[in-house]
């Protein structure tokens, strides 16, 4: 027995990082995902890696809406009309720079993957949910770096500060339609975000200046994000919402 067995999950970033291994530790747990990345080729990955066969990848743009109502559709279709879990881990990050050399690209691409999907999955999910009279839950990925903004990385920051007050806002808005909101906030990562947090400079050196931010010295794995997930998703978190939870190696205390 899994501790999600018969829950329905969609899971949007899942071809690579955080996204994989939330996808992974989910199904293993008995969970039915449907897997959601821009990215068919990478997410096909995320699938094979996964024995269970619970696991569904669809390919979407998480910035339309046009693609939540299709993500919605699919998932009822896949997992018989139900829905219980929506994790927003699909995000970016822009090179770390002087905050006022960072490029309006770079600073509107930060925004419209990190936030944008917040606003989206909620206008079309939400919705559902109620009509439904249906309990739903949203875990959206935050970062450390939200409480404990640096230089070079402001942006970022920024971007996962409003990622942090949309979750806190919406869960007290929908918890009288038992609809939660939590969202988790890790450390600085072993995914492909890292060169860019660095700078474009993934050396031993930069490295060691990261670790040395991190009380327990090692950076984030997938598999730290999702086991909090999993807690999040499964019935033993059914009475927490609103929640931020550091997954940080005591960044967010050093």
Known sequence: ????????????????????????????EGA???????????????????????????????????????ILQTALSK????????????????????????????FDLVFKVNVKPLYLSTK???????ENKMPGLFINLSSISEPRPRPNLVWYAASKGAVTVATKGLAAEYA???????????????????????????????????LGTIPLGRVCQPADVANMVCFLASDEASYITGAAFDVDGGRGVS
């Open 1 to 28: 027995m899994g501790r999600l067995d018969g829950k329905s999950i969609i899971v949007s970033g899942a071809a690579a990082g955080f996204g994989r291994g939330i996808v992974q530790k989910l199904t293993a």
């Open 32 to 70: 039915s995902v449907l897997a959601v990345d821009i990215n068919a080729e990478e997410n096909s990955k995320t699938v094979s890696m996964c024995s269970s066969g619970l696991v569904h990848p669809f390919t979407a743009d998480i910035t339309l809406e046009s693609s939540w109502r299709d």
């Open 79 to 106: 997992f018989n009309n139900r829905l219980d879990v929506v994790v927003n881990c699909a995000g970016v990050v822009h090179y770390a720079a002087p905050s006022h050399e960072v490029a309006e690209e770079q």
């Open 124 to 130: 079309v999910i939400v919705p559902w949910w109620k």
């Open 176 to 210: 009288v339609d038992q609809i939660r909101y939590n969202c988790i906030r890790p450390a600085v990562g072993e995914t492909a975000m890292l060169p860019k947090v660095l700078g474009g400079n993934d050396t031993p050196e930069g490295r060691k200046k990261v």
